[in-house]
C-alpha cells in the first residue's frame, strides 16, 4: 500500500456527490475529480453496455461505473463499465469512453494504471475521432486500432462499433 493512500482514501470518502461531477479516483498521489461526460458519452458506454450483456455468460456480468481499488499501487478507477467474473474479483474488462472534457487521463494514465492492475483487457473507445484502441496483456504491449463500423473481438466477445457515433455526429 502506498503510504498516502489511506489518507486519500478517506478524503475521497469524505467528498459529497456534486451534480455535474463524476465520483472521485485516486492516482499519482492526489484525489481526481473531473466533470460529468454528458449525453452523448452516456449514450455511447449504453450502447457498449448493452451489446455485452447480450453476449456475456453467467456467472460474468457487466458493471457501469464499478469500484476498482488496488490499495498497494495506490490506485482508485471508476472505468465506464467493467466485465466480472463476480463482484469481488479481478475483472476481465474494462471499457472507457473518452470523455470531451479529459481524453488523456483515459489515452494515457488510465492505460498505465489498467495495465498495472493487471486487467488483461482495456478497450477505450474515442467519439470525438470515431475510433478507438484494444489494449490486451502482458501489459497492454498488443495494441489493436478500430475505426467505429469495425467488429471488434475482445477477448471471447464480438463487438459491433457500428451502431456507435462521433461526438459531432
Known amino acids: ?21 463524476r465520483a472521485p479516483e485516486i492516482a499519482d498521489s492526489m484525489v481526481h475529480l473531473a466533470l460529468a461526460p454528458g449525453p452523448q458519452h452516456d449514450a455511447t ?56 472534457h479529459s481524453p488523456e487521463t ?20 474515442d467519439p470525438r475521432l470515431g475510433t478507438g484502441v484494444i489494449h490486451s496483456e502482458p501489459g497492454y504491449t498488443d495494441r489493436r486500432n478500430f475505426v467505429f463500423g469495425d467488429p471488434i473481438t475482445v477477448g471471447p466477445w464480438t463487438l459491433d462499433t457500428g451502431v456507435l457515433r462521433t461526438y459531432s455526429g
Open 45 to 100: 458506454v449504453e450502447l457498449i453496455h448493452r451489446q455485452l450483456v447480450a453476449r456475456i455468460e453467467s456467472p460474468e456480468r457487466v458493471y457501469s461505473d464499478p469500484l476498482l481499488e488496488a490499495p498497494l499501487l495506490g490506485l482508485l478507477r471508476r472505468p465506464d463499465l467493467a466485465v466480472l467474473p463476480a463482484p469481488a474479483a479481478r475483472p476481465l474488462l474494462v471499457v472507457e469512453v473518452v470523455s470531451p
Open 1 to 21: 500500500m502506498t503510504d498516502d493512500h489511506p489518507a486519500l482514501r478517506a478524503i475521497a470518502d469524505l467528498l459529497p456527490a456534486v451534480p455535474g461531477l
Open 106 to 125: 483515459d489515452h494515457h494514465a488510465k492505460v498505465r494504471d489498467y495495465a498495472a492492475m493487471g486487467i488483461p483487457l482495456y478497450v477505450l473507445v
